[in-house]
Structure formats: C-alpha cells, structure tokens
C-alpha cells in the first residue's frame, strides 16, 4: 500500500492535479496543503475551461495551488505533481514555446519570491487525496 509522506519538519506539503472533462470541455484543478504532521492546512478545488492541452491544465494547477499557498503563507514548501512534464517545465528542465509559457513564468515568479520551494514529480497512487478533489470540481 502506497503512502503520502510528510514534509521535513516546518515545512508544507502542496500536492496538485488536474482532472479533464473533454465532453463538457472542463478542468478540474485539486490543490491540498499538508503539515510535517499531516495535518491539512488547506484544500481547494476549481472548475476552469479546458482548452485542449493536458499538459496547461497540469500547470494551471500547479498556479492554482502556488498562489494559495503562498498568499496563505504556508511556505517553505515541497510542491508534488504527477506530471512529470509539469514539474520539469516548471523547474526549467524543459522549456515550451506555447502559451504555456505565460504560466509557467507566474509560476516561477511566485516561487522566486519566497525562499525554500521545491518541485517533485510522484506517482497518481501518492496523490489520490488531490486527485478527489480535481473530481468534485468537474462535478463527477
């Protein structure tokens, strides 16, 4: 049985998802916010449009859980994504010339602003709390 594993002591565990609903055009982006304790600290879910590309929506969610979380000042923080394309981008491992950009470079923004932040790839089996939420916010 796979666990979620806690932050090192005074830090915040962020971990994100998006959920896509072709038929309706939906995303749901899923966002927790966990302790050293494991305690939740803050949870949100959000209904946007998708607009074609999974790769945008994982990154949107990243955004989304970012700017909750430092404008609650849950920080240093470790962010866990299970995309792995999401994290490398965000971590400028690689690098898009597609709208996603713009993302990307908030997301950047948000972190250089604040020390101590770290960007992880994690299997789904890891980061089912976060994907139940990205569920409810389509409406499933």
Not at 5 to 18: E, G, M, Q, S, T
Not at 53 to 68: H, M, N, P, S, T
Not at 110 to 130: E, G
Request: glycine share 6%; hydrophobic share 45%.
């Amino acid at each position: 049985m796979s666990m979620w594993i806690p932050p090192p002591d005074k830090w915040f565990k962020l971990n994100v998802d998006a959920s896509i609903d072709e038929k309706k055009r939906l995303v749901g982006l899923g966002m927790v916010i966990r302790d050293s304790k494991g305690e939740i600290m803050a949870a949100a879910g959000k209904r946007t449009e998708f607009y074609g590309d999974v790769e945008l929506a994982k990154v949107e969610a990243i955004r989304f859980g970012v700017q909750i979380a430092t404008e609650s000042g849950l920080v240093p923080m470790i962010i866990e994504s299970d995309s792995m394309n999401a994290v490398m981008l965000v971590k400028g491992k690689t690098s898009s010339i597609k709208e996603i950009y713009w993302v990307i470079s908030d997301i950047q923004m948000l972190i250089s602003q604040k020390a101590n932040f770290d960007v992880c790839y994690i299997p789904r089996i890891y980061n089912s709390a976060t994907h139940n939420m990205t569920k409810i916010a389509t409406g499933y």
